[in-house]
């Protein structure tokens, strides 16, 4: 997928998407959760001429619509998926918890979407090298999205957070193997 990027926003620091997407390509396969060997921290493709399409194309939501700053996901913990926003569907990959999801913004947003009928889904990552979980959590937010309540719209969320960490995570059946060159 290939969606346009805002002009003026950059990765920066951040290197979450070649850690928590799996990829299985002749040239370079990885397990689900597994920082790519080719990804050096905070600092990014150390193969970056030569990366694979794959690698190219695929951008986070933070990189193509006007969210701010704090949702970067190295700050957020949370991945803005891009896959499903064709079907109207917003997938919020919450790597791992923060404060943010606590934050006033986390809440306008996703209330904002919520209100504009978009369809949101949470979604967690299982052990290193199984699929993820994920559920579709529209209409359980719903009631405190229309009564403005953030306390417990985050207790929603919460609560959404540790059903899904009860799933059976599957593994995802990729063996690694690095040969880009
Ligand atoms: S090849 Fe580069 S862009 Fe692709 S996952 Fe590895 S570090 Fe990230
Ligand atoms: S998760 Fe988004 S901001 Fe972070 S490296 Fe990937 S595309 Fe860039």
Redesign the pocket.
């Known amino acids: 997928m290939s969606l346009p990027l805002l002009p003026d926003r950059t990765?920066?620091a951040?290197?979450?998407?070649?850690r928590?997407i799996p990829l299985d390509l002749p040239e370079l396969a990885k397990p689900t959760g597994e920082l790519c060997a080719y990804c050096v921290e905070a600092a990014?493709c150390s193969v970056h001429a030569i990366r694979p399409n794959t690698c190219r194309v695929?951008?986070?939501l933070?990189?193509v619509v006007e969210l701010s700053d704090d949702w970067?996901?190295?700050r957020s913990g949370v991945?803005v998926r891009p896959d499903g926003i064709e079907d109207g569907v917003i997938t919020l990959y919450v790597i791992r918890p923060s404060d943010f999801l606590a934050s006033p913004d986390f809440f306008a947003t996703v209330a904002g979407w919520i209100a504009e009928g978009v369809e949101v889904a949470l979604s967690i990552p299982g052990p290193v090298g199984t699929y993820p979980a994920r559920a579709v959590v529209t209409d359980w937010l719903r009631p405190a999205v229309e009564a403005g309540d953030p306390a417990a719209f985050l207790g929603r969320v919460l609560r959404s957070l540790d059903k899904l960490a009860e799933h059976d995570f599957q593994p995802d059946g990729v063996v690694a193997r690095y040969a880009v060159a």
């Open positions: 990765c920066g951040c290197v979450e998407c070649c928590a990014g695929w951008f986070c933070w990189r970067r996901p190295d991945i």
